[in-house]
């Protein structure tokens, strides 16, 4: 007859067993850029997991974002999507910082004169694209612009035409802040920014995220549901690119 003692211990290493034998959960991933002719099969918004094995053509190129990095799959042939190269999530860190939008030092950022330069911060809204953007606060809004090198004056201004605001960049400033006090955004609100040359460069609308969107897979979520194209297109870009240049 067994003693009470045996008997706990034999338990313990059959439940022990029992977990060692669970399989482990297979980690989720949505994709957030997709190009090439599969791109309709894959597009932006779907979810796959390690375990899920995509079929793609010459040309075609898909974006998976993790919790744990960034997975860059390309055409053609059959992959299993856990097996890709995966990268840190060091530059979606980077990227995606929420201090860098609570700065108010008028050309805290500095740019160059390159016309192609990114977006360094998920959260600065290009002065020159069109879209509605998510932002943590909608008080400490800051306006990025491509290139520096001069100094220049935009005007932005709400959709009722009244109280436009202008705010300069000085020669080496890529960022600049918007004055709450002189112009107040508002969730929903309506607002167009105009460029020196007084064209119109920009029309965007606002919209506040949750402050609790940490992960990489669920802040992508949220910015295709909430349709921020913009940051979306500028998250899965760079993100590429630095997984590109990680190979």
């Known amino acids: ?7 706990r211990t034999m338990a313990a290493l059959a439940l022990g067993g029992a977990a060692l034998a669970l399989p482990v959960a297979a980690m989720a991933g949505v994709v957030v850029k997709s190009t090439g002719p599969s791109s309709t099969k894959y597009p932006v918004g779907t979810k796959l997991d390690d375990n899920a094995s995509i079929t793609l053509k010459p040309g075609d190129v898909v974006t998976v974002l993790t919790s744990e990095g960034t997975r860059v799959i390309k055409g053609g042939g059959t992959f299993r999507v856990g097996d890709r190269p995966q990268v840190a999530s060091d530059r979606f860190a980077s ?6 939008a609570t700065r108010v ?7 160059d004169t390159d016309t192609n330069a990114t977006n360094p911060s998920l959260w600065y809204v290009d002065v020159t694209r069109s879209g509605t953007i998510c932002l943590y606060d909608l008080a400490t809004v800051r306006l990025w612009r491509p290139a520096t090198g001069s100094v220049e004056t935009y005007r932005v201004v709400g959709h009722d035409g009244t109280n436009p605001v202008e705010v300069t960049f000085d020669d080496v400033a890529a960022v600049t802040p918007l004055d709450p006090s002189r112009l107040a955004i508002t969730e929903g609100g309506h607002y167009v920014i105009t460029a020196p040359d007084g064209t119109t460069s920009a029309q965007l609308n606002f919209v506040l995220l949750a402050d609790d969107l940490e992960a990489p897979d669920v802040l992508a979520e949220a910015l295709i549901a909430k349709g921020c194209s913009v940051q979306l297109e500028t998250l899965a870009s760079t993100l590429e690119a630095s997984a590109e240049g990680a190979d």
């Open 1 to 7: 007859m067994f003693s009470a003692k045996l008997k």
């Open 95 to 100: 990227l995606t910082r929420k201090r860098a």
């Open 105 to 111: 030092r008028t050309g805290a950022v500095r740019g």
